[in-house]
């Protein structure tokens, strides 16, 4: 029986979560009781997808939810019934063993920013207990019921999509355009081909696949996501939380041991034994590569991504994939020996250990075997973008980055083409009869967008068309076209669009003018005019082929912009010297306070952001992202959907879904 000042409080408890819940500060942003079940409500499943599942009883010593003296219930039950069957026990419906012991922490968190300015955190008391490694074998409706405080409850409904156990793909090559709107291609298109009285002469390869689609990419406690969390549902079928990775966010102190999802490469390991890589012009611990082997709430762990790239999960019980095929990007400093490799370690050595090639630049990746496991770091950090690789060569001459360590630049370095078409070689090779996955990722389109360097940014969307389009002539070639499935897409969008044109050279002599002068430099409608990035100009060639700007510094150009930004100054046109830096601090004033930067664009005018202060690049936005495809299952990608639902038709089209603990394919190749 629930006493008169439990039943008050309970009434206040409900008051109170209609205003803290899903504002800019949650408590657990998939638990607005608390009571919180992990996987929460909502969420579907393959049939036969491991995963986890944790309880949490939450008791808050203070604040607007104080609840129970600060003592959680640590007697609370667990029952889980399918469709309109008797509930049972955990235990009981996953025949498992023994119960896990009882866990107990503490976290604090903000309800809102006037508790973050006082610095007045509200404290919890957490009861837990969390079951590792199930699966759900039949199709259907289940219902998860957590009882805790004397009569409170908490249900979660989830659903196991219909059975999926023939393989209709050999293979699967899945690109994503980091941060890629269809505004951005539509400029990139306008940039890289000719047009003669609005016709376009020739088009992109984009342009040519036979499904477009479009996914919403909000993550589960945000509308607004970031490249972990939504590559994570892209390749889980489960939304997450910013930051996460195959994982379902908790509230325990350790970024490891929160409750995991089997992904696209584990069941494709397990159930069919088939090779897989990853391509990346980022370093390739960042978000989207790593997203594909980790599971941690913190994509920001890298050299711990790299060990569970290579090594698998180890603290708990998980599906064993051995390690990718192929792993090709930059990111040296997870590498080499020293503070940022995991404890210190030379991971060169330690993917030679199991039998891997490596490669630092772009000529022993082209020589190394394709009957081998190939690793390829070719840079620290992030890969040179395409434009400065191809147009402004010597700007990567400034760089420190050589893969190697010594302090140089790196040199001879391959783009995302070269990568992926060796990828290809290799995968075709040792994938065999039983095929591969590939995802290749062009990361600068994102990079450079967040920092408002619209050129570079397009330079290397016209390097993932450019890359599609070899993908395809390749996979011809070696007669593996009509087995692959093909998807195109992105995992988040920028607010960017082209709303002009620019006349570069009026706005250049108007030094002694004020900023709302010089915005007359910029045309609309009518007096934006042509593309001129397709017109040849005497003296100017790049020898970068078709389908890329024959003239990167024409006079009149794009005036683009983003809806979210900081205050920056805008010019238009290339920016010659590398990638901009649109605000920084300046001296004097605070560290995370951001101001134009007076060094950047320095003949545009001001604009003022849109941004708190405390950023400094721009952020994405919540626009729905295009999905191209061709092949195998491609029919299944019009439309719009969620971005989970690209999983889930990639694990169609390649017979993931099975009634049993299938693991014909073993656990490693």
């Not at 990007?329 to 030679?352: I, T």
């Not at 889930?648 to 394919?665: R, S």
Request: with cysteine.
């Amino acid at each position: 029986m629930v006493s008169s000042r439990l039943s008050g409080v309970l009434a206040l408890l409900a008051t109170s979560l209609s205003v803290v819940s899903g504002q800019t500060f949650q408590r657990l942003g998939t638990c607005p009781t608390l009571g919180c079940i992990l996987p929460p409500d909502q969420q579907d499943f393959l049939p036969g997808q491991q995963f986890d599942i944790r309880f949490e009883v939450h008791a808050p010593k203070n604040g607007s939810e104080a609840f129970n003296d600060g003592v959680p219930d640590e007697k609370f039950t667990v029952t889980i019934a399918k469709d309109n069957g008797s509930p049972k026990s955990i235990a009981s419906f996953f025949q498992l063993k023994d119960e896990p012991s009882l866990e107990k922490w503490t976290f604090s968190w903000y309800e809102d920013l006037f508790a973050q300015d006082a610095k007045t955190p509200s404290v919890v008391n957490v009861a837990s207990k969390i079951y590792r490694r199930v699966a759900l074998y039949e199709p259907g409706t289940y219902t998860v019921t957590l009882n805790y405080y004397s009569g409170k409850k908490t249900t979660a409904t989830w659903v196991v999509r219909p059975l999926a156990t023939k393989k209709k793909a050999k293979n699967v090559i899945l690109f994503i355009g980091d941060g890629m709107t269809t505004n951005m291609i539509t400029a990139a298109r306008l940039l890289g081909h000719k047009s003669i009285n609005g016709k376009y002469q020739s088009t992109l390869q984009l342009d040519k696949f036979p499904t477009l689609g479009h996914q919403m990419t909000h993550s589960i406690d945000s509308f607004i996501t970031d490249s972990a969390n939504s590559a994570s549902a892209l390749y889980t079928g489960h939304k997450t939380t910013v930051n996460a990775m195959g994982v379902y966010v908790d509230s325990s102190p350790d970024d490891f041991d929160d409750p995991k999802v089997e992904n696209v490469i584990e069941l494709l390991k397990r159930i069919w034994g088939s090779a897989w890589g990853a391509v990346s012009t980022a370093f390739i611990a960042d978000a989207t590569p790593t997203a594909l082997t980790a599971h941690t709430r913190s994509r920001y762990d890298y050299g711990a991504l790299i060990e569970q790239a290579l090594n698998g999960f180890s603290n708990t019980s998980w599906t064993k994939m051995d390690g990718p095929d192929v792993y090709f990007g930059g990111g040296a400093e997870q590498f080499l020996p020293g503070s940022a490799s995991y404890q210190g370690k030379d991971y060169y050595a330690e993917f030679a250990k199991k039998g891997y090639s490596v490669s630092l630049n772009k000529t022993s990746l082209l020589a190394a075997p394709n009957d081998t496991r190939a690793l390829g770091i070719f840079c620290k950090s992030n890969l040179p973008v395409w434009l400065d690789r191809n147009i402004f060569p010597e700007n990567t001459l400034k760089l420190k980055n050589d893969p190697s360590g010594a302090s140089g630049p790196a040199k001879d370095i391959p783009g995302q083409k070269e990568m992926t078409l060796k990828a290809i070689d290799i995968l075709h090779k040792r994938g065999g009869k039983d095929g591969f996955f590939l995802m290749s990722e062009a990361a600068s389109i994102d990079k450079q967008m967040h920092v408002l360097d619209y050129e570079r940014a397009l330079g290397d969307l016209l390097e993932l068309d450019d890359t599609v389009r070899a993908t395809i002539q390749k996979l011809k070639d070696l007669g593996e076209l009509d087995n692959t499935l093909i998807v195109v897409t992105a995992d988040h969008g920028h607010g960017f669009d082209v709303f002009g044109g620019a006349d570069t050279k009026y706005l250049a002599t108007q030094h002694d003018k004020d900023d709302r002068h010089k915005r007359s430099a910029v045309g609309v409608y009518h007096n934006s005019g042509l593309s001129q990035y397709t017109v040849e100009q005497p003296g100017i060639s790049y020898n970068t082929g078709p389908n890329f700007p024959v003239n990167w510094d024409p006079r009149y150009v794009i005036a683009a912009g983003t809806g979210a930004a900081p205050d920056r100054r805008e010019q238009y046109g290339v920016g010659k010297n590398g990638s901009r830096t649109p605000a920084v601090a300046l001296p004097g004033m605070g560290a995370d306070d951001y101001y134009v930067n007076p060094t950047d664009r320095t003949g545009g005018f001001v604009v003022n952001g849109t941004l708190p202060t405390t950023e400094s690049q721009g952020v994405h936005s919540l626009t729905d992202v295009p999905v191209f495809a061709q092949g195998p299952c491609s029919g299944n990608f019009g439309g719009v959907y969620s971005n989970v639902d690209v999983f889930f038709k990639i694990a169609d089209c390649l017979g993931l879904g099975h009634p049993t603990n299938k693991t014909i394919g073993g656990e490693g190749r």
